[in-house]
């Protein structure tokens, strides 16, 4: 495995243990201090908006500067994250540090460093590894993540009645290990793409990206009404889940979606990337509405980890089916533009969700969640299952 590789993912790891823990940890501490379910939506809706501004800029600007550079000025804003959310109190700068900051409300990989990495990876390995590497990477991420929503337990079972002051220490540690990303950062080579800086960052694979982005915003803004911020709030509510139990919880859909993404590389190898995409995802949307409608904890959380292991399959094989069908002078923009509408999209969901927990009807988003997805998984197989990555047309080549 290259350097680069190793010391991406290793990057990869500190920012998923770090989102693991702040993912909990953020909605509980916003209750603690006085916040109520459709105020933490809005925080929620803050963070993605402000995540898809700061991408945006990242796809612009990427192709002419330094990508180790912007890789350790993200780091550096993850650690202004985890030192500006214990700081204030008052609405107005929460939302603003939400905007601005780093942290993740949901179980997927996204934020200024995303497209970055993406492309520090794709110029480090060649058509026939990308789909392993991103499944390796996104197992990494999954893996670490999962950790981290045990560590959301540590302030009670370390401090009694540790409170608030215990979760604000929680974000201290999440700005540590945004130091910690910066050092390894800085040991990766420089990437600066000289021979990009006269084209448009995104040329001959506009349609071809623009159609993806559009149907990845569907999924992005369904999801939105269950990012994982959402869903603690809801079993929280529902089933007075408790901060230890709850970090139990995701940590076992987490070890499970981690597992998943090996097991996409191998049916991706077997039966394509958008087969693996939409026949896994289906039926991890249907076992989302039916939790939505189950009687009691174990019920519920028994689809819920079912869906865990079926769910993220998409994650490596969509990023490697972006990665394919781009040239790589227009990767960088690519990731972006795809990311950018993601979070968007996403963004106005979480603040529709917080409201719709506090209807009769908490399971609500549940439902909205996985039958929008369903609407998309359909949409992306009618649309590209005839638009083939080179390694599957060189196997249709090989067998013809």
Known sequence: MPSTVRIVCLARALRGFGDGFATIVLPIYLTRIGYDPIQIGFVLTSTLLGTALFTLIIGVIAPRYDLRTLMILGAALMTFTGLAFPAFQDFA???????????NPSTGDIGVLVPLEHSMLARSISNQDRTKVFSNYSLVGAL??????????????LINNAGVYG?????????????????????????RMT???????????RPVV????????????????????LM????????????????????????????????????AQRFGLINTMVFTHIPSNLCLIVAAYSPNLYVACGFLLLRSALSQMDVPTR?????????????????????????????????LGGALLTTAFSGLPLVACGSLKIVYDLALLYSFRHVKPPEENAETAAGG
């Open 144 to 157: 670490s993540m999962a950790v981290g929503t045990l560590a959301a337990a540590l302030p009670d079972l």
């Open 210 to 229: 623009y159609k993806l982005a559009a149907l990845f915003s569907l999924d992005a803004f369904a999801g939105g009404f269950a990012v994982q911020s």
């Open 93 to 103: 700068l929460i939302l603003l540090v939400a905007f601005i900051g780093t942290v």
């Open 319 to 351: 990023t490697s089916y972006v990665m394919a069908v781009v040239s790589p002078p227009e990767r960088t923009a690519a990731a972006s533009i795809t990311a950018v509408p993601r979070s968007l999209a996403s963004a106005v969901s979480p603040a």
């Open 167 to 191: 979760f604000r220490l929680m974000f201290y540690a999440y700005a540590a290990l945004g130091l910690g990303c910066a050092g390894l950062y800085a040991r990766l080579p420089q990437a």
């Open 232 to 267: 603690t709030l809801w079993l929280f509510e529902r089933f007075d889940l408790s901060v230890s139990a709850a970090s139990l919880f995701f940590f076992l859909a987490g070890i499970l979606s981690a597992f998943s993404y090996p097991v996409a590389a191998r049916l």
């Open 195 to 205: 021979e990009t800086s006269r084209v448009t960052p995104l040329s001959r694979s």
